[in-house]
C-alpha cells in the first residue's frame, strides 16, 4: 500500500493581477484619480452610479491596455466588448463592475516562460474603510465607503497555471512589475495598492498531469508576502493530502502580520455574477493606427534590456537579470557605466550586491571606484570598504580613501611587508620550495592582514615568487 | 381667450411667442394653473416658481411636461418609484437640458409606471393616472402621466420614454401623437435606465407637427451616451398633403395576433383605406419572427432592468430600510422600495441570466432579436414604411389586468418587435372605438423620423382626428 | 433546477428564493409562491421562443453599429462631497455609512 506522506509534490500556481492604470481619469468617468486624499472627493454621478448616468471609456485607458498586452505577447481582439459582472457589495456603486468576460482586449501572450491566459480592462471598486477597531471586516459595527478609487481604470492580467514554486511565482511577478513599469502605464506600488496579486494554488503528486483543486489566495501586498503567502498556502494543501484530506476550493485571505490564512467562503456563496454584454457601450475594435500607436510607445523591457546587458556588456546572465529585472538598479547601473565603461562586470557585481535601491551612492561614486581600482590606486578589497560608506553616508571615493588610508599598498611598502611575511613563514617558503604550491596563501594572508586588505592579491603573489625564487 | 390659448397647439403657440404676439409667460401661467389643478394623477411634482421665460428659441417658451424619469437637477426624479423618494439628482438629462434651452421651460414631472415597467400606469409608486377620454380607465403607460397630460390640456406637450411601446401606447390610449425614435437618436444620458438598449426618449404631442417640432431639438450625438448618433438629416417640419409614390406594409403576422379588438381593427381598416386614398400603395409583407418579439422583449429588456435596478441598494441615494446587517438592508430595503412589477421583472431578469440559464434565454432573444432587425431590413426594401395599429385594444378599465402580468404585457405586442430592431415608430390617433381613442402606428427604418412626420402628417390631415377632451 | 427547457415546465418556489437571493429582493412565503405562479406563466410564452432553430444566428446586444466611442483621459472637476452625500441616506461628514459586511 501506497503512503500518502510519502508523496513528493508539485505545486501548481496562476496568477491573477490587477494593475492600476495612471490615466489622468477615471475608467468611465473624467473624474480625477487620487490616492492618500480626503474620502469621497473624487466622485461624479457616474463614478456612483447615479440614476441615468452612462459610462464613457477613457480612450488613454485603452491605449495602455494595448501596450501592456503587445509587451505581454498577446493577441489583440479584432473585437472586443465589455460586460456586466453583477454582484452586491458597498463597495460597487452599480452593483454590477463593468468588466471583459468572453472577449477580452487581449488574450494567449507570454513572458519568461509563462503564459499569459488573458489581460483585460475593468473598473476599480471603492475602499470601504471599516470603522471598528481591528481595521478589518470581521468585528466592524459600520463601514464607510469612500469612492475616490470607484472606477479607477485596471487591467487584470491572468497567466496560465505554469508556476512551480513560491520563489518562481514572486520572481516572475516581480519581472512583471519591471516590465509594467518600464511602459509607464501604472505606479505598479503594491503598497498603495495600484499592483494587487493574487495566486491560484494547487497540488498533485510529482509527475501526474491532472491538476488538483484550487485555492484562490488574496492580500499578498509584497513579493516577500506573495512567497510566504504562497509557501503557506502549499505547506498547508500538503497537511491536508498527507493526511488523507480533501482540498476545498475556496477563497482564502492571507494576513501579511501573522502569515495565517483564513476562509473568505461567506462572502463567496451563492456568486453567480449573471455577465451579460454592457449595453450603454460599443465595441471597442482597435484600428491598425491605436495598435501601432501602442507599439510605438513601448520601451525597452526587462527582458530586452537583460538580453542586451548580457550581450554588450559581457555580463554574466544572473547579474544582468537582477539588474534588468529591477530597473531601478538597471538604470543605476546603465548610468554608472556611461562615466566609467571599462570594467561592467564589477560595475554590475557592485551595483546587485553592495549599492541597494535607496542607498547615498550616486551612480558616478560607483563608477569612480571601479576606474580607482582600474587604475590600482584602491585594491578590491579595500574597495568593499570604499562601498560601505558610499552606500552608508555617500560621498566621493577618492576622498573615502584618502581620509581612511585605504590607497593601496604598494612600492617599497608592499616589499618591506613581503619581506616579513617571507622571513615570519619560513614553513610555508619550504613547502613552496618542495612544489606544494597552495602554502602560498599562508604569505599572502599575512601580507593581506598587514595590509588590511589594500593590498593587490595578485600583485603580492608575483613579489613573494621573485623574493623566494619560487 | 383662455380657451383660445388652449385650443392652440404647442407649434402654433410658439409661433406666436417667437413674434412678440403671445407672452410666453401667459402660457406659462395658464398651463401651470391648470396641471395644478390636475385630478387625473398625471403630474408627481410642479415647481412653485416659474422660471425665467425666453421665446426667442425654436421652442418659443411653451412649457414642457417631462417624464418623472428624466433626472433634473435639484428636482425630485423617481421614475415612479418609492425607493427613489426625496432623491433629486445632482445634474439633468441631456434631453431635457436641450429642450430647455430650446425655449421649452419645464413645467412639471408627470407621473408613470414605476422605471417605465407597465402598460396602464397603475404601476406608479404614487397612485394611478386617470385617462382624461374614461376617467375609470387607464391611460397606458408607462409615459400615461405625459399622454393624459397632453390629452387633457395640463400641458402643451411632453416627452416620454419608450423601451418596448411606453410612449406609443399611451399616446394611442389618450388619443394624441407619440414618437419612438430610432435607437441613439436622441441621447439616454439621464434617463433613469430601464432597458439600456432599448430605451429611448420621444416626444407625446398633440400633433404630428408639434412632435416634429421638438424631436428636432432632441437628436444629436451626446458625449455623455457612447451610444448616441449624430442626426443625419436637418430637423424640418412636415407638410406632406399626399402620399403619392409611398409603398405602405402590412405585416401579416401581427394583425393575426390575437385579441386586436374588433374596433381597433374597424378603425385599422378605416386608416388603411385612408392612406390609399392618399395616393400610395398599400401591401401585405412578412415580419416572420415579429410573433416572437414579445417573448423576446421579455427576456431582454428583464435581464438588462435587473442589474440596472441593482444600485437601488440603499448606499448612496433614496430609501434605506433599517436593518441590523448589510444583507437584510439590502433585502428590507429593495422589498419596500420596489413594487410588485419591477419585483417581477427583476425576478424574470435575474433567471434569464443565472447560471445555466443564459443561452437558453438570453442568448436565443438576442438572437430572435437579429431575425427581427432582419425581417425589417428585408420589408424596407420593398416598402417605405409599415402601418400597424399601435395597441391591440383601447384603454381598458383600471384594475382590469393587474392581476394577469402576461394579459397587460400583451398590450405591448405590436409596439414591441419596433423597439428591438431599433427602428422609428410614430402612434397617431386614427379615429374612435366607442368613443375610446384608437392609436395608428407607422414605422420606418432608421432615421426616419421626418419621413414618418410627413406621411403621418399627411394622414392626420385626412383623418381629422378633431379636439381632445378638454375639461 | 435540472428541468428541460421549451417544455412548458414551471419554476418553482425554491428557484424563486435562490433568484430573489442573487437580486437581493427578500420575499414572504407567499410572495414567493405567488411569484413562482406569475413567472411560470410569463416563462411558458417566452419559452416558445426555443422552437425556433437559431443556431447560426448571430446574437444582437445592441443595434447601433458604433465602435470605439471614446473620451479623452482628461480631468473635469469632481462633484462636491456635500452635494453627494446629501443623497445618501445615511452618511457620517466624509462618507456613505453601511452596516459592515461581515458583521
Ligand atoms: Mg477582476
Ligand atoms: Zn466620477
Redesign the pocket.
Known sequence: MEVASARQYEPVIGLEIHVQLATDT?M????ELSFGLDPNT???????GHPGVLPVPNRRAIEFGLMIGLALGCEIAPRSIFHRKNYFYPDNPKAFQISQYDVPLCSGGELAGVRVHRAHLEEDAAKLVHAGESGRIHGAEASVVDFNR??TPLVEIVTEPDIHSAAEAAEWARLLRETLRALGVSDVNMDEGSLRVDGNVSIRPAGEATLGVKTELKNMNSFRFLERGLDAEIARQEGILREGGQVEQETLHFDNRTGALSSLRSKEEAHDYRYFPEPDLVPIAPTEAMIEMARAAIPELPLARAERFERDHDLPADSARLLAFRGEQGDFFEAALAVSPSDPRTLANYVVNDVPPGSAATPEAVAKLVDLIGAGTVSRGAAKEVLEVLAAEGGDPEQIVADRGLGAAGGDELGAIVDQAIAENAGAVEKIREGKDQAIGAIVGAVMRQTKGRADGGEVQKLIRERIGA | MTSELLSLTAAQAAERTRAGDLDPRELWDLYRERAGADDLGAYLWLPDDAPEMDASGPLGGVPLAVKDLFCVEDVPSTSGSRILEGYRPPYTATSVRKLVDAGAPMLGKTNMDEFAMGSSNENSGYGPVKNPWDESRVPGGSSGGSAAAVAAGLAPWAIGTDTGGSIRQPAALCGIVGLKPTYGAVSRYGMIAFASSLDQCGPLTRDVTDAALLFGQMTGRDPCDSTSLDYPADPRLPSAERLDGLRFGVPKELLDTEGIEPGVRAVFDTTVKRIEELGATVEEIALPHSGHGLAAYYVLAPAEASANLARYDGVRFGIRAEAPDLLSMYEETRAQGFGDEVKRRIMLGTYALSSGYYDAYYGQAQKVRTKIADDFRAAFERVDLIVTPTSPTTAFPLGARTGDPLAMYLSDVLAVPMSLAGIPAISIPGGLADGLPVGVQLAGPAFSEFEICDAAYALERAIGFGDLPWK | MGRTLFCGAVIDREQVNHVARLARLRLTDEQAEQMAAELSKVLDHIEKMGELDLADVAPTSHVVELENVLREDEARP??PRDRMLAEAPDADAEGFRVPSPGS
Not at chain 1, 28 to 31: A, E, I, K, Q, S
Open positions: 477615471k468611465f468617468c473624467g473624474c473624487r466622485t461624479c454621478p457616474v463614478c456612483l470607484a472606477g | 469632481s462633484w
